[in-house]
C-alpha cells in the first residue's frame, strides 16, 4: 500500500502517518504546554511503530493498549518530567549476534560442503538454497549489528527501553541515528539530565 500524503489529513501532523496509515500518536498537551520535539520510525509495514514526543512539562512514550477495538493500539502515554531521571542512547552490545553470525556461518559452510561434495564429485545430488542462505546470513549480520544506539528513559517507576530494529542500508541506519540525535537535543533543552557516548 503507497503512503497516504499528509495534506489528506490535515489535523494530522507528518508523525501521524506512518506506513501511510493514521496513528493515535497524537500529543494531547495541555494548555499552555509547548510541544518541543516529535518523531516518529518504522521500519516497514510489518514492524512495530516507535514516536516520541517532548514538551517543556512532559515527555510522550509509546504504549501498546491491552485491548483494541480498532486495528491501531498504538498511543502516546504522558509521564511528567518530574518523574523522569534520566535519557541515554549507548551503544548495543552485539556479542549475542555476533555468537549467532559465528554459528551461521559454520553451520552455512558445513552443510554447503556436504550438500555439494557428492554433486562436484559427479555422484549426483540436490542442491538447497537454505545452506547457503545460512552461510549469507551469518556474513551479513555482523554488518546489520554494527553501530546500533539504543533508547533508555529511566523513570521513577521503571524505564523505558527502544532498541531500533536491524536494517543494512545507510538511509535507514542515518533516519534511527537522527532520530536518537534529535531526541537527545530534545531532552537537553528541557532539562532532563542525558547521557550518551
Known sequence: MAPLPAELYP????FDLIGGTPLTFAVESEPG???????????SDKSEPFAFAISD?????????????????????????????????????????MVLA???????????????KPVLSGQGGEV???PIAILVGGMVLPFASRG????????????????????LDGGSKKRIAALLDGILAGAKSVGIRTISP
Open 11 to 14: 489535523s494530522l501532523r507528518p
Open 128 to 130: 538447497r538454497g537454505i
Open 33 to 43: 504546554e509547548t510541544v518541543v520535539l516529535t518523531e516518529s520510525y518504522q521500519a
Open 57 to 97: 512539562r512532559a515527555i510522550y512514550l509509546p504504549a501498546r493498549k491491552t485491548f483494541a477495538v480498532t486495528n491501531d493500539p498504538w498511543y502516546f502515554r504522558r509521564v511528567p518530567l518530574s518523574e523522569v531521571r534520566e535519557l541515554s542512547v549507548t551503544p548495543l552490545r552485539s556479542t549475542g549476534l
Open 148 to 167: 546500533r544506539r539504543g533508547l533508555r528513559v529511566s523513570l521513577t517507576k521503571g524505564a523505558f527501553k527502544w532498541k531500533p530494529p536491524h536494517v
Open 102 to 116: 559465528v554459528l551461521m556461518l559454520a553451520a552455512g559452510t558445513l552443510t554447503t560442503y556436504w550438500m555439494m
